[in-house]
């Protein structure tokens, strides 16, 4: 047998991604770790629900952001309480695109990630 068991994003400032993901996606640090040399730094975040981690990647010193590239990936999340969080992300201004024909939603986090939000079905 084989098991999802986590995806990583690197961030450049842990605190202000930890708050973020608290304050969209009430996700909660479940684990953390830190290397001997204290040059960087895992944060895992859990929903509550399910054993599936979001890892945090905090590489102390770094000011450069990420490439991410073309962004042809994505995490995403299913949720009972989908009008709730959109009018919460909209606050938030963190909605990077919307397609209402297929009643989807994504949101970016302070490093550009993008998330997407499915209604459940």
């Not at 690197?10 to 001997?36: C, G, P, W």
């Not at 895992?44 to 010193?61: A, C, I, P, Q, R």
Request: aromatic share 14%; proline share 3%; with cysteine.
């Amino acid at each position: 047998m084989i098991t999802f068991n986590h995806f990583n994003f690197n961030v450049i400032d842990l605190e202000k991604s930890l708050a973020f993901y608290k304050e969209a996606l009430n996700l909660q640090v479940v684990r953390e770790k830190e290397d001997a040399n204290k040059t960087f730094k895992l944060v895992y975040l859990g929903d509550g629900h399910s054993n599936f981690t979001l890892e945090l990647t905090y590489l102390k010193g770094r000011v450069k952001p990420y490439d991410l590239g073309e962004l042809e990936y994505h995490l995403a999340f299913v949720t009972d309480e989908y009008e709730t969080l959109h009018k919460k992300h909209e606050a938030m201004n963190c909605i990077c695109y919307e397609n209402p024909a297929m009643g989807i939603y994504f949101i970016h986090d302070p490093d550009g990630y993008w998330i997407e939000i499915i209604p459940q079905r």
